[in-house]
């Protein structure tokens, strides 16, 4: 447990052992069908920084940052790695967004997975694969780094609770990193109910 206030947060270091994270780093690389999608900020388009893929059940779509994601069909071996991400939270999984951080000029802004869809306590559960990278936290409305962690090979971060309402996260561009690290983001999507 990572003890921030208002915060539900779970680091398991070494979730998987370096064999088996080594192995599913090399075949996400593979198998994946990377876009970099653009943005919309400030009337300008900008490239995201890292490329994306997103993976759910039939219907699962996923919004953020004015994109919309339609689901890729889960492969056998993401449908692997939900399973075992189900059975270690004890909860259901529907969607998956994976980041290649591709080396350490590729990064994450500051921000909240607090997206509708998400429901009122977001549950996001992150999977680190290849390069260790610093996750930021930082309260809402401030600009202070106020916990740093470092997401290393094989390790598993839960973020539930009220953690989406009162803190932001990013991964910070760094001149140390030049390996690839891709971050699978496991989520619960909302569905809207059927008429």
Do not use: C
Not at 36 to 58: E, N
Not at 101 to 116: K, L, N, T, V
Not at 123 to 134: F, K, P
């Amino acid at each position: 447990m990572i003890d921030l206030p208002h915060a539900e947060l779970v680091y398991l270091p070494q979730w998987v052992g370096v064999d088996i994270a080594d192995h599913w780093l090399h075949e996400l690389m593979l198998q994946t069908p990377w876009s970099q999608p653009r943005i919309k900020l400030y009337g300008r388009s900008f490239a995201v920084p890292r490329l994306v893929a997103w993976y759910g059940d039939a219907g699962v779509g996923y919004r953020y940052s004015g994109l919309v994601h339609e689901p890729l069909l889960w492969t056998p071996l993401l449908a692997e790695i939900r399973e075992r991400v189900q059975r270690q939270i004890g909860q259901r999984l529907d969607g998956v967004l994976l980041n290649l951080y591709r080396d350490g000029q590729d990064a994450m802004g500051w921000h909240s997975d607090d997206e509708p869809e998400l429901g009122p306590e977001p549950l996001v559960v992150s999977l680190n694969l290849g390069a260790t990278r610093r996750f930021d936290f930082r309260r809402k409305g401030t600009s202070r780094i106020e916990y740093s962690l470092d997401l290393g090979h094989g390790s598993l971060l839960v973020m539930g609770g009220p953690t989406q309402h009162y803190w932001q996260h990013q991964i910070a561009r760094t001149r140390k990193v030049s390996e690839p690290r891709i971050n699978l983001t496991f989520r619960q999507i909302i569905r809207e109910p059927a008429l």
